[in-house]
C-alpha cells in the first residue's frame, strides 16, 4: 500500500515568491497535518485538517495557509517566502485525526528559499 | 505548554552494544507519546505509540517504556543500519491537535 506522498521532492525559491506544497494521504485516512523541520531541530506543528476543516494551528504567520479536498489531499502554500522558510516540510496522515492517534509522515519536501 | 526533552543529544554505540535512549516530557493530560525514526533528508518513520504509565511496546531490537515523567528507547544488541535520529513526540488534551517533538537523539552504531 502506498503511504503518505509529497509532491514535489524539492524546490527552489527566491525571496518573496509564493509556493505550493502538495500531499495525498493514506488510503482511508481522513486528516492531515503539515509540520515545519529545520536543520537540527524536531518538526514544528503548522496546520491539523479533518474534513476539510482546520482544526488546529501552530505558532506561524498568516502567510501560511492550507486547505483540504474532498478527495482528503492537502495544500500548504507559504506567500512571501523568507530566507527562514528554508526548512523540511513534512505531512502526516491518521485515520480521523482524533487525539492519541498515530500520524504517518510523508517523505517530505525539502524549500530553499535564496 | 508541552514540553519535551531527549538526552543524549547523541550516542556513538559499538555493534552489539545495548543501551537506552530518554524522552522527558511535560503536559497536562497525555492523549499518546510517539517514537519515530528519521533518516538523513527523510520523513520520520512511525515506531511505537504509548499511552499510559507502565506500557511496554516491542519491535526487533528496540523496547518502549513509558512512566509518568519519561520514556526510554532501549536498543538491544545495535546494528550499524540502527543508525538514525529518534525522535519522541507527545499530544496531550491541550494540545490543538498537534504533535509536540523533542530535538532527537542521533545514534551511530559503529560496525
Known amino acids: 500500500d502506498a503511504g503518505v506522498t509529497q509532491s514535489p521532492t524539492h524546490l527552489i525559491k527566491t525571496r518573496g515568491q509564493h509556493v505550493t506544497l502538495r500531499c495525498s494521504p493514506i488510503?482511508?485516512?481522513?486528516?492531515v497535518s503539515w509540520y515545519q523541520q529545520v536543520l537540527g531541530q524536531g518538526p514544528q506543528f503548522i496546520f491539523q485538517y479533518y474534513e476539510k476543516e482546520e482544526r488546529g494551528r501552530g505558532n506561524f504567520p498568516d502567510r501560511f495557509s492550507a486547505r483540504q479536498f474532498p478527495n482528503y489531499s492537502s495544500e500548504l502554500n507559504v506567500n512571501a517566502l523568507l530566507l527562514g522558510d528554508s526548512a523540511l516540510y513534512l505531512c502526516a496522515s491518521s485515520f480521523g485525526g482524533q487525539l492519541g492517534e498515530t500520524q504517518y509522515f510523508g517523505p517530505g519536501t525539502r524549500l530553499l528559499v535564496l | 505548554e508541552d514540553q519535551v526533552t531527549q538526552s543524549p543529544e547523541a550516542l556513538r554505540l559499538q555493534e552489539g552494544e545495548s543501551s537506552s535512549l530518554n524522552c522527558s516530557y511535560t503536559?497536562?493530560?497525555?492523549?499518546?507519546l510517539f517514537w519515530y525514526r528519521q533518516d538523513p533528508g527523510k520523513g520520520p518513520e512511525f515506531l511505537f505509540t504509548?499511552?499510559?504509565a507502565g506500557e511496554e511496546k516491542e519491535k526487533e531490537r528496540l523496547k518502549a517504556t513509558l512512566t509518568k515523567k519519561e520514556s526510554f528507547l532501549h536498543i538491544t544488541a545495535p546494528k550499524p543500519e540502527d543508525s538514525a535520529t529518534y525522535l519522541c513526540?507527545?499530544?496531550?488534551?491541550?494540545?490543538?491537535?498537534?504533535?509536540?517533538f523533542g530535538k532527537g537523539t542521533l545514534l551511530t552504531v559503529n560496525p
Open positions: 503536559v497536562s493530560g497525555l492523549r499518546g
Open positions: 504509548l499511552y499510559s
Open positions: 513526540a507527545v499530544q496531550s488534551a491541550g494540545s490543538n491537535y498537534k504533535l509536540t
Open positions: 488510503s482511508g485516512h481522513k486528516s
